[in-house]
């Protein structure tokens, strides 16, 4: 164990410090695990949204500005050209009326089938449906 000779702490109060650094490190090392997975999955996806671009490009012929276009329109659909999404807000339940989480698809109290909200509050706007893009 962790020796404290000639420090000015008692040895249950060295000891403690001793304790607490080793479980602030433990909890270091697992944040940074978790940021690790964490990047490597948004890696992941950043490929996979890159893969499925490309084929919108080679297979119906759409420009980047259209991408560009419907990314602005999205984010300005809080009022605030920021780089963000709007998060799906809560949303009643259609039976019992208590607020549930947007991400959730059943009411955390009784059960009912809720909404479902993949990307936010809005329909994606009619400009951005594939059927209106340019023909291959
Ligand atoms: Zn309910």
């Given at each position: 164990?962790?020796?404290?000779?000639?420090s000015?702490?008692?040895?249950?109060?060295s000891?403690?410090?001793?304790?607490?650094?080793t479980?602030a490190?433990?909890s270091?090392?697992e944040?940074?695990?978790?940021?690790?997975?964490?990047?490597?999955?948004l890696?992941?996806?950043l490929?996979?949204?890159?893969?499925?671009w490309?084929l919108?490009?080679k297979?119906?012929?759409?420009?980047?500005e259209?991408l560009?276009?419907t990314v602005r329109?999205?984010?300005?659909r809080?009022?605030?050209l920021d780089?963000?999404?709007?998060?799906?807000?809560?949303?009643?339940?259609?039976?019992c009326?208590?607020?549930?989480s947007a991400k959730l698809?059943?009411c955390l109290?009784?059960g009912?089938?809720?909404?479902?909200?993949?990307f936010?509050?809005?329909p994606l706007?009619?400009?951005?449906?594939?059927?209106?893009?340019?023909?291959?």
């Open positions: 164990m962790f020796n404290s000779y000639g000015g702490y008692s040895q249950s109060g000891w403690q410090a001793q304790k607490d650094a479980s490190q433990a270091a090392r944040a940074k695990t978790e940021t690790e997975l964490l990047r490597h999955d890696d992941r996806v490929m996979i949204t890159e893969a499925l490309t919108l490009k297979e119906h012929g759409y420009a980047d259209v560009a276009n329109e999205i984010d300005l809080d009022g605030r780089g963000r999404a709007q998060p799906p807000k809560a949303q009643p339940c259609p039976k009326g208590r607020m549930n698809p059943r109290y009784c009912e089938e809720l909404e479902v909200k993949l936010g509050d809005q706007p009619p400009d951005a449906a594939p059927e209106t893009g340019p023909a291959s």
